[in-house]
């Protein structure tokens, strides 16, 4: 299962990478020859890195891969540690599985008004309903590494502060 959810959240962020550097690409290439941008491609970018956001949220928290700032671990005793990284994700877990609830909630209110971009008039909803899955996926993968031990980062690992 875990396989299954990072190749399909690495996928989908790499698509949505891919297509917003060939949409630049094309849309500079349309300004500098033809005079012409491409229409909505600001609307299609902005969508584009939503899903790359959010769809690396649960790599970045699976992989541990979050900007830590981890000066203090060396004085901790392990039992300290540990209290600390189940404290984390328990916060984490509850925050995020907090914005899966109200994004779900916003994109059925956005689905009944029929709210649509300005330019493109693509609808909002189904956007922000992959937002609070990818949300709740986050969240329930911090609920499971309350329970695992905290991972130990090798010697110049990681991008700590």
């Not at 690495?10 to 060939?22: N, R, S």
């Not at 949409?23 to 300004?31: M, N």
């Not at 059925?108 to 709740?136: M, R, S």
Request: include cysteine.
């Amino acid at each position: 299962m875990k396989k299954l959810l990072e190749f399909c959240c690495a996928l989908l962020a790499a698509t949505a990478l891919f297509a917003i550097m060939a949409l630049t690409f094309f849309d500079v290439l349309g300004r500098k020859f033809a005079d012409q941008s491409i229409p909505g491609s600001l609307e299609l970018t902005e969508l584009l890195m939503v899903a790359v956001i959010f769809a690396a949220l649960p790599l970045v928290s699976s992989r541990g891969e979050h900007v830590t700032f981890d000066s203090l671990d060396a004085y901790l005793p392990a039992w300290a540690r540990r209290v600390q990284s189940v404290i984390v994700n328990l916060a984490c877990a509850a925050m995020l599985l907090g914005v899966a609830w109200l994004m779900w909630r916003t994109a059925g209110q956005f689905a009944d008004a029929g709210e649509t971009t300005p330019q493109l008039k693509l609808l909002k909803a189904p956007f922000i309903y992959a937002i609070a899955v990818l949300c709740g996926v986050t969240g329930f993968l911090h609920l499971a590494l309350a329970g695992q031990p905290p991972r130990q980062l090798a010697e110049g690992e990681g991008a700590a502060l």
